[in-house]
């Protein structure tokens, strides 16, 4: 009995060491950091990775919105819910899409991420995104260019109105009609005209506005 107690501890010493590592900072700070040793014993310890920070994102969000592709993998691997919504009903596809993250948007499609590319399209242009990767991939994914907003305007005829050249730009290369007009019945050209925004009537009119 005596011989076998000492094997006994040694063997719950063993058992003990091998257990995955308690996490020393909380999730929130991991992931604000990038660290990912601390983001895996958050993992194998069995914290939330889908809750929302007090940012309102999810693991998953703040990983794509940084950039992070390792994060993003891992994340991925371990289960997370990838079409999850933040506090503003955006998914982690649609912040890695907007923030030019190709890369990591085709992570999350591949992980079954839905896209809305008409929807998100528009987006891009309320949000002023001047992006070139951004409409690429949107148009690459069947967005519709001229589709209309709730005031009737496509993204072309928003990124006029603010006076996004480079957005501009980006839409008629992509295919956008330039004769657009708006539902008072106002051309591209004109509303550009109106603003004295010349750069962006010259752009028009190099591609056929008239």
Same mark, same amino acid.
């Given at each position: 009995?005596? $011989?076998?107690?000492?094997? /006994?501890?040694?063997? #719950?010493?063993?058992?003990?060491?091998?257990?995955?590592?308690?996490?020393?900072? $909380?999730?929130? #700070?991991?992931? @604000? &950091?990038?660290? /990912?040793? @601390?983001?895996?014993?958050?993992?194998?310890?069995? =914290?939330?990775?889908? &809750?929302?920070?007090?940012?309102?994102?999810?693991?998953?969000?703040?990983?794509?919105?940084?950039?992070?592709?390792? %994060? +993003?993998?891992?994340?991925?691997? =371990?289960?997370?819910?990838?079409?999850? =919504?933040?506090?503003?009903?955006?998914?982690?596809?649609?912040?890695?899409?907007?923030?030019?993250?190709?890369? /990591?948007?085709?992570?999350? *499609?591949?992980?079954?991420?839905? +896209?809305?590319?008409?929807?998100?399209?528009?987006?891009?242009?309320?949000?002023?995104?001047?992006? &070139?990767?951004?409409?690429?991939?949107?148009?690459?994914?069947?967005?519709? #260019?001229?589709?209309?907003?709730?005031?009737?305007? $496509?993204? #072309?005829?928003?990124? %006029?109105? @603010?006076?996004?050249?480079?957005?501009?730009?980006?839409? +008629?290369?992509?295919?956008?009609?330039? *004769?657009?007009?708006?539902? @008072?019945?106002?051309?591209?050209?004109? /509303?550009?005209?109106?603003?004295?925004?010349?750069?962006?009537?010259?752009?028009?009119?190099?591609?056929?506005?008239?």
């Amino acid at each position: 009995m005596k $011989t076998a107690l000492p094997l /006994i501890l040694a063997l #719950l010493l063993v058992t003990a060491c091998s257990g995955p590592e308690k996490p020393t900072v $909380t999730l929130y #700070l991991a992931m @604000q &950091r990038g660290d /990912i040793e @601390q983001i895996e014993r958050h993992i194998r310890w069995g =914290s939330d990775m889908n &809750r929302l920070n007090r940012a309102g994102y999810t693991p998953l969000q703040v990983a794509v919105k940084n950039g992070r592709t390792a %994060i +993003v993998r891992l994340l991925l691997r =371990s289960g997370v819910e990838v079409d999850k =919504s933040d506090r503003e009903g955006r998914t982690a596809l649609w912040h890695a899409i907007m923030g030019g993250h190709t890369l /990591i948007a085709d992570l999350l *499609r591949k992980a079954g991420a839905r +896209v809305e590319a008409t929807a998100w399209m528009l987006d891009a242009a309320h949000l002023g995104m001047r992006k &070139r990767e951004t409409v690429e991939y949107l148009v690459r994914h069947g967005a519709d #260019l001229e589709a209309r907003d709730e005031k009737g305007d $496509t993204p #072309l005829l928003i990124a %006029i109105r @603010q006076g996004n050249h480079k957005l501009a730009k980006h839409l +008629v290369k992509a295919g956008a009609d330039v *004769r657009a007009v708006d539902a @008072q019945g106002r051309s591209a050209l004109q /509303i550009a005209n109106s603003l004295g925004l010349g750069d962006i009537a010259l752009l028009l009119k190099r591609n056929g506005a008239t």
